[in-house]
């Protein structure tokens, strides 16, 4: 009895669909063929056939009921044209209604169609599967399972098209980045550190408010990580609005063109903390392999011994051995003296753009360089978490202030009475 009763209740259905409009048993006949293919190709099959019919309906609201006179009407009906909108991470053929105004003039733009056809979406998908480490010739294989007819007609899934949308999405992300107004920020450090990629160099800076957040502030590229590199990024900074009168904390590797960019920029007042980090490596790499261990425990009692036997590793011991204790002198201590005590807040940032663009073997040209590090550092950003002891961060402004207040105050007393105070020199900002 079962069985027949099965059997009767398909031919009732059969019967029932039989007795539907045209082109309702099309329509269920083609969403039964998607139904196939998972739940998202039917899902995808039912949008689009509802964006059809509310592209028809907004013609009716523009235009007024197919078939009924209107002598006041302001538009008038203009058939159909092939278009496309974006589905995901591809785009997808349609048939859109048109309109024009009653005189025949203009086009009058639908506002659905429009809104579908915007190839945002589709630039937002394809960044943000390349920065994931999808390479443009495997992309077309990362889509959604949207359907087999789709996939045929589908577009903008190439290798040429993905790269042409990922440079025109990353040119739009680095300028935005570098033109960000930064005279709002209250900003306690600053941190300066490079990067190099595969025979370029991009010089990054990392900002920190007085609230623990941390802010990408910019960057610039060149061969090496030279001080002209770093006193034009600098330069850029202050000429968004960048405010370091009252003082500020510059954490930087032990390389001498970032301090120097430092001084022409920011004042020779400016106190620095030079990494621990980077300045271990220094020393390390002028010696030979098997003595790094001891020297790594004994660095700072072995200035005197390495005079004797290894000058190279005893003047990269002293040279700027003071400011790597600039935090202390401060009265940083606890978490937030281990955070500032080394670039690794920045580093962290750093590693994200190696990430990000691991896929690239071949760095063509400066764009290239600033456009692909740009989205990397705002792919960390979106990532970032207050730095580890933020809570310290206002007593450290404050003695970062009174320490520069001092400093201006005692080189001013030096100077002698009937000499002109010299004017710092002027660097020319300039902008992406």
Avoid at 142 to 164: C, L, M, W
Avoid at 183 to 188: E, V
Avoid at 257 to 268: I, P, T, W
């Amino acid at each position: 009895m079962r069985t027949v009763d099965h059997v009767a209740d398909e031919v009732v259905g059969a019967g029932r669909i039989e007795r539907l409009p045209q082109r309702v048993q099309d329509a269920l006949g083609e969403l039964a063929g998607a139904a196939k293919e998972g739940l998202l190709a039917l899902s995808v099959g039912v949008g689009l056939g509802v964006l059809h019919e509310i592209m028809e309906a907004e013609v009716d609201e523009v235009v007024g009921p197919k078939g009924r006179h209107d002598p006041d009407r302001a538009a008038v009906r203009h058939g159909h044209e092939s278009g496309e909108v974006t589905l995901g991470g591809r785009r997808v053929p349609v048939s859109r209604p048109r309109a024009r105004t009653a005189d025949g003039e203009r086009e009058v733009e639908l506002d659905t169609y429009a809104h579908f056809a915007a190839r945002d979406q589709l630039a937002d998908v394809m960044l943000e599967r390349m920065l994931a480490g999808v390479s443009t010739r495997r992309y077309a294989r990362t889509g959604e399972p949207v359907g087999s007819d789709i996939d045929e007609v589908a577009r903008s899934t190439s290798k040429s098209a993905v790269s042409r949308e990922f440079v025109s999405r990353t040119r739009e992300h680095l300028i935005d980045l570098m033109s960000r107004p930064l005279g709002d920020l209250c900003l306690a450090v600053v941190m300066l550190d490079g990067i190099e990629l595969k025979g370029r160099c991009c010089v990054v800076c990392l900002g920190i408010d007085t609230d623990g957040i941390k802010h990408p502030l910019g960057l610039w590229d060149g061969s090496t990580e030279n001080a002209t590199v770093a006193t034009t990024l600098l330069s850029n900074l202050t000429g968004r609005g960048l405010d370091v009168d009252q003082g500020v904390l510059v954490v930087l590797d032990g390389g001498k063109a970032l301090r120097k960019a430092v001084n022409d920029v920011f004042g020779v007042h400016t106190p620095v903390q030079r990494c621990v980090r980077h300045k271990e490596r220094n020393v390390l790499d002028h010696l030979p392999e098997h003595q790094r261990d001891t020297v790594r425990r004994r660095l700072r009692v072995l200035a005197d011994e390495l005079a004797r036997t290894d000058p190279g590793a005893a003047a990269s011991l002293r040279e700027g051995m003071d400011e790597t204790l600039t935090i202390t002198r401060l009265g940083v201590t606890g978490q937030l003296k281990r955070t500032l005590a080394s670039t690794n807040p920045c580093e962290s940032m750093i590693e994200t753009v190696r990430r990000t663009s691991r896929n690239v073997k071949r760095w063509k040209n400066g764009d290239m360089c600033l456009r692909w590090t740009a989205a990397g550092m705002l792919e960390a950003e979106q990532q970032f978490r207050k730095i580890i002891g933020f809570n310290d961060l206002a007593k450290l402004a404050i003695a970062v202030e009174q320490d520069v207040a001092a400093k201006r105050a005692a080189a001013f007393t030096r100077q002698p009475l009937n000499a002109s105070p010299t004017a710092a020199p002027e660097v020319a900002a300039t902008t992406v």
